[in-house]
């Protein structure tokens, strides 16, 4: 189980980015109700969980394990979390780009 998860943090996070649970949830595979378990603290998060969460706030997937609780799984090492990287990268990346053209 995850120790101290912020669901106060994850809200705010997800406010002001205009974003909704719902969309937290789909971004990460999982259904509306385990992520209401997770809010409440009783289901722990995967490292793919870590990874997508701070892929869809914009954040470094370290943050979303502190705020979600420190047993959560931080991805890292191997050829899958280079891979995780290199995606979020891009997509900030394309996200800055988007926001220079506008």
């Not at 992520?35 to 969460?53: I, Y």
């Not at 191997?78 to 988007?98: D, N, Q």
């Amino acid at each position: 189980m995850a120790l101290f998860f912020d669901a106060a943090w994850f809200d705010a996070q997800l406010a002001e980015r205009g974003l909704s649970r719902r969309v937290m949830a789909v971004a990460a595979g999982m259904s509306e109700a385990d992520l209401t378990l997770v809010f409440k603290d009783q289901r722990e998060l995967s490292a793919g969980e870590v990874a997508a969460f701070a892929e869809l706030l914009g954040l470094a997937a370290a943050e979303i394990a502190r705020q979600a609780g420190v047993s959560t799984p931080v991805p890292g090492g191997g050829p899958e979390a280079r891979i995780t990287a290199l995606e979020r990268r891009v997509a900030a990346l394309e996200a800055e780009l988007a926001r220079l053209r506008r």
